[in-house]
């Protein structure tokens, strides 16, 4: 039971309109001549170098880690000891909207944190690239919503993924679940959080014999998903500049402001709402939104050589994938039909001790999020871009009172397109939940958007047959792999599933 709850809360953030994050976990086009510029595989260290420990034995504490065998997969997970000196930085002006900030060292402070690597067994089967993952600390504990989306890409690719325990809750949480092992930890607090994640990357490169068991990385990404999309709005903006560390952002379901530069107990430096990217950014940076993510339609900004936004129909900050069914996906036909059942048979219920008012939405984000890890890693790569998305049609962008414009079925218009929205067999939506109270557990559920199966009458109407069913599902597929936004291999479960599925009736 208490391993669903962490599963259900640890990756997600309170939605509010002007959200921001207090760092106690809860959150307060371009031309396609011009690619971004090619990363550098071979850094100079910029920031404070931490010491590694060997491998800890097994029996770490990990929140939301897929349960899949990653034996079978050629997979391993192993955690490791990071400690140091970290910096936290100040700014000597307030921080601006659009976010061209002059961010400067400030104080030092000696921590203890923890990093968990998956990484191939194999080195042959290493692709070069580590993606890391600033854990999400919404629900009081480290979480790895990243992991657990993309683990299927990830793996089928030959990704390492490395998880950070950067703030100060969530290494508490961890130390609390195992005393003895982590007993030699300590967190400074949040401040210092930025120079924990860019010592983190910085030993991915640096400590590799080590930290990846002598695996060679050419590329190191950052990731993180909602409360910790914050963060990385702030880490960008302000730190990177100075710290250089990675070669790439994927930045997953932001809010409207960025987080807190510093807090107490140093002084605070808030971010505007909104917050905007500065543009002056030399690496590649891919912000993935759902529909839930209202406060951020003011922060929206034109693609350009080193920006891309995407915007995906039918989707909800956290989903049933994430909650419940991305846990014991393989990657294979079976995962697939889980997900599509999803869609027909929603639950209200998608963890043990967590009821919704409505059902979850079971919508497509996981597909689409993979093919954004490897459309970064491929801009990273060889400085080729990932397409430009349409944006999802609006009828406001007032955050008091944000409104998409839907269909006739109230399917959202515009944004990336997938089966799921344009061949329908249920109305998904990334709004509607109703809030529950903010004592309750149930508060989370406005982040997991909603789920309505169409009616036996509702799917005839549709689709005469079968056939037609797997005719239109097909056709909406094609489209999405060519428009880059699903990946082959993707493709190729998501027809299987469609086959094994009994639409119309």
């Not at 989306?149 to 030959?158: I, K, P, W």
């Amino acid at each position: 039971m208490a391993r669903r709850l962490v599963l259900a809360l640890g990756c997600l953030a309170m939605v509010a309109a002007g959200c921001t994050d207090s760092g106690d976990g809860e959150p307060d086009a371009a031309e396609e001549s011009s690619p971004a510029p090619s990363a550098s595989p071979s850094r100079t260290p910029t920031v404070a170098q931490a010491t590694v420990s060997e491998a800890l034995p097994d029996g770490f504490t990990l929140a939301s880690n897929p349960t899949i065998d990653y034996g079978a997969q050629g997979y391993e997970q192993v955690e490791y000891l990071v400690q140091g000196t970290a910096t936290a930085y100040t700014s000597p002006t307030p921080l601006s909207g659009d976010g061209e900030w002059t961010a400067t060292p400030g104080t030092e402070a000696p921590y203890g944190s923890r990093v968990v690597v998956t990484r191939p067994v194999d080195a042959g089967d290493f692709n070069g690239t580590a993606v890391v993952e600033w854990l999400n600390v919404s629900g009081g504990v480290d979480a790895s919503p990243v992991l657990t989306l993309t683990h299927v890409e990830l793996m089928r690719r030959g990704y390492v993924h490395v998880a950070v325990s950067a703030q100060q809750v969530g290494l508490t949480a961890t130390q609390t679940a195992d005393p003895a092992r982590y007993a030699g930890l300590a967190h400074p607090g949040d401040s210092y959080s930025y120079d924990i994640y860019s010592q983190a990357g910085q030993a991915v490169r640096f400590e590799a014999d080590t930290l990846l068991d002598g695996l060679e990385p050419e590329r190191v990404l950052a990731a993180g998903e909602s409360q910790s999309a914050g963060r990385l709005l702030t880490y960008l903006n302000a730190v990177h500049p100075l710290a250089g560390v990675y070669d790439g952002f994927l930045v997953h379901s932001r809010f409207g402001a960025g987080s807190a530069l510093s807090q107490a107990p140093l002084p605070q430096i808030d971010a505007p709402t909104p917050t905007l990217l500065r543009e002056d950014l030399d690496v590649p940076v891919l912000v993935f939104q759902t529909e839930t993510e209202t406060a951020a339609l003011q922060a929206r900004q034109d693609d350009s050589d080193t920006y891309r936004l995407w915007e995906v129909a039918g989707t909800a900050h956290f989903d049933m994938y994430g909650l419940a069914t991305g846990a014991t996906d393989a990657g294979d036909e079976a995962g697939a039909v889980a997900w599509f059942d999803a869609m027909r048979a929603p639950s209200t219920n998608p963890v043990s001790i967590l009821t919704c008012a409505l059902p979850v939405n079971a919508g497509p984000q996981t597909f689409v999020l993979r093919a954004a890890v490897a459309a970064l890693d491929e801009w990273v790569r060889t400085g080729t871009p990932p397409p430009s998305a349409p944006r999802l049609e609006t009828v406001s962008t007032d955050p008091a009172a944000a409104e998409y414009a839907v269909d006739e079925r109230g399917i959202a218009r515009g944004g990336i397109r997938t089966p799921a929205v344009d061949a329908p067999v249920a109305l998904m939506r990334g709004l509607g939940q109703p809030e529950g109270a903010p004592d309750q557990l149930q508060r989370f559920c406005r982040l997991f958007g909603t789920t309505v199966p169409f009616t036996t009458e509702e799917l005839t109407a549709l689709y005469p047959d079968h056939d037609a069913f797997v005719a239109a599902w097909e056709e909406s597929l094609d489209q999405a792999v060519e428009d880059g936004f699903v990946l082959a291999e993707d493709a190729e479960l998501l027809v299987a599933a469609a086959e094994q599925a009994a639409i119309p009736s």
